[in-house]
C-alpha cells in the first residue's frame, strides 16, 4: 500500500472487519457494513460459539450489504480490482464490480503455487461463475512437499507468484546479543495454531538456556485468548523458564520497531500459517529469521537462503538448530544479512509490480501503466 501511494496510485481497502492492532496508512479504508441477515448471524453466532469459533464463522458467512457495497466500487470507479482469497463476500463485490463494468479483476489467494493437491473439477466450475478466473499467490511451496514443480490444477487454483513486499528498515539492526545473550522474538495471536507451546518446550531442551531470552508478542481481544495468555505464562513458570521468557500482550504497531531492533532471531512455530507476514517483516528488519515448514513465507528463506526451516512434528529440529546458533553466533548475523539482500533484491515493491505487470500482459493481454514509473 505504501509503494502505490507513493507511485501517485489511489487505494481503497474493503474490509468485513477490523484488527485490533490495525493501521490503514496510505490507503482509503473502508469496513463494510453488513446485510441484515449478517447482523442476525453474527447475534446468534456469538450467543451459541466461543470467541474465537464465532470469529471464525462470521467471518465466512458475512454478506456486505448490497447498498453499501455498490456505492463503494462505483463511486471510486477502480480499474484495478484485487479480491483476497474466494469469499462469499468477495463473490458478491466481484459481481459488483462485473455489473459496474470493471474489466480487471483479479484473486489474491496464499494458496502455494507448487503442490500436489488435486481440486474438484465440478467446483471449479460453479465457483467460475462468481469470482475471478486468474489468480496469483505470494507462496511457492508450504508443508512437507517443497519442490519447484508446476502441475497444472483446476482454474481456479493461482497460476501466478507474485511476491509479498518488504519495507526495509532505515535504520538496519548493527547491534546483537545485547547483555551478552541472543533474544529469540515470537509473534503471534494467543491462539492453539499459534503453537507457542512448542517453541517453550523447544527451549527448555537446549544445551545452554542462560544464553537465551525469548519475547513472545500475542493479541488479547477476547476471553479464549487471555485464557490462553494466562495459561501459557503458567506453562513457562512450570517449565522454570520464567527467568528467561517473557509474555506480552497488546504491544502497539508503533512499537514494533522497537520489539524488532531489540531482537536478534524471530521464530516462528506456528502449526498452519498460509503466509506469516512476520517472516518477511523481520527479514526487512535486518534479523535471523526460524520458521516451522508449515508456515507459507518459510519458502523465502529457504529459496534466499537466509534463515532456518524445522519440521513442526516433533521439537528435535528446532532444538539442534537453536543448540546451533548458541554455539556459533556468527551464523545470526550472517542470515540477518542475507535476508536483508533477499528483500532488496527479491521482495521490494518493484518485484511486487513487475509481477502483476507479468500477469496483465499475460493473461489480459494489457499493460499495467502507472505514471512516472
Not at 481456479?156 to 548493527?174: A, E
Request: include cysteine; charge should be neutral.
Amino acid at each position: 500500500m505504501k509503494g502505490w501511494y507513493e507511485k501517485g496510485v489511489k487505494v481503497k481497502f474493503l474490509a468485513q472487519y477490523q484488527g485490533v492492532s490495525e493501521v490503514h496508512d496510505y490507503v482509503e479504508f473502508h469496513q463494510l457494513s453488513p446485510s441484515l441477515f449478517t447482523m442476525m448471524y453474527n447475534w446468534i453466532a456469538d450467543k451459541i460459539y466461543n470467541p474465537s469459533v464465532a470469529e471464525s464463522k462470521k467471518a465466512t458467512l458475512f454478506f456486505p450489504s448490497a447498498f453499501d457495497t455498490i456505492k463503494q466500487v462505483y463511486n471510486f470507479k477502480p480499474q484495478l480490482v484485487i479480491l483476497r482469497n474466494r469469499s462469499i463476500c468477495n463473490a458478491i463485490i466481484c459481481l459488483v464490480c462485473k455489473l459496474i463494468g470493471v474489466k480487471y479483476i483479479i484473486n489474491y489467494t496464499q494458496t502455494e503455487l507448487y503442490t500436489t493437491m488435486n481440486r474438484s473439477k465440478r467446483v471449479g466450475n460453479i465457483a467460475k461463475l462468481f469470482f475471478p478466473e486468474v489468480g496469483f499467490t505470494p507462496v511457492l511451496y508450504r508443508g512437507i512437499y517443497r519442490e519447484k514443480n508446476y502441475v497444472p490444477q483446476e482454474w481456479f487454483h493461482p497460476n501466478y507468484y507474485i511476491p509479498l513486499v518488504g519495507d526495509i528498515s532505515q535504520t538496519p539492526k548493527k547491534n546483537f546479543f545485547k547483555d551478552n545473550v541472543i533474544h529469540l522474538l515470537d509473534v503471534g495471536k494467543y491462539r492453539p495454531y499459534k503453537n507457542h507451546y512448542f517453541l517453550i518446550d523447544a527451549l527448555s531442551e537446549v544445551k545452554n538456556k542462560d544464553n537465551f531470552r525469548l519475547t513472545i508478542i500475542g493479541q488479547l481481544s477476547q476471553e479464549a485468548e487471555r485464557a490462553y495468555y494466562n495459561e501459557l505464562k503458567k506453562y513457562v513458570e512450570d517449565k522454570g523458564l520464567s527467568n528467561i521468557v517473557s509474555v506480552n500482550a497488546n504491544v502497539p504497531f508503533q512499537e514494533m520497531d522497537t520489539i524488532y531492533e531489540n531482537a536478534d532471531v524471530l521464530v516462528l512455530p506456528s502449526k498452519s500459517e498460509t503466509a506469516g507476514m512476520v517472516i518477511l517483516e523481520a527479514m526487512a528488519k535486518g534479523l535471523c529469521v526460524m520458521s516451522g515448514n508449515n508456515c507459507g513465507l518459510a519458502c523465502y528463506l529457504e529459496e534466499s537462503n537466509c534463515g532456518f526451516v524445522f519440521d513442526i512434528q516433533d521439537t528435535k529440529q528446532l532444538v539442534e538448530q537453536l543448540n546451533r546458533i548458541s554455539e556459533d553466533r556468527e551464523i545470526i548475523k550472517k542470515y540477518a544479512g542475507e535476508a536483508l539482500k533477499a528483500v532488496s533484491n527479491n521482495y521490494s515493491f518493484q518485484n511486487y509490480v513487475d509481477g502483476l505487470r507479468f500477469l496483465m500482459s499475460d493473461f489480459f493481454q494489457e499493460k499495467l501503466y502507472i505514471e512516472n514509473y
